[in-house]
C-alpha cells in the first residue's frame, strides 16, 4: 500500500484462503494520513487494484 509520493505503509501481509475468495490482512507501519491510497496484489491469477480514500 502506497501514497501518491511512494512511501510504503505495509509492514506485513496476511492471506487467508476462504475457498472461492481470499481474506487479505494488511499491517500497518503506523497511522495512515488523509487521502488517497492505492492497493495493489499480484497473485498467480493476476494483479489486483484498489483505491482506498481515509478521511
Do not use: C, H, W
Amino acid at each position: 500500500m502506497n501514497d501518491l509520493l511512494g512511501k510504503d505503509y505495509i509492514t506485513d501481509l496476511t492471506f487467508i484462503n476462504q475457498g472461492n475468495s481470499t481474506l487479505v490482512i494488511l499491517e500497518l507501519s503506523s497511522t495512515l494520513p488523509a487521502g488517497t491510497y492505492f492497493i495493489n496484489i499480484v497473485t498467480a491469477e493476476g494483479v489486483t487494484s484498489k483505491r482506498v480514500l481515509v478521511k
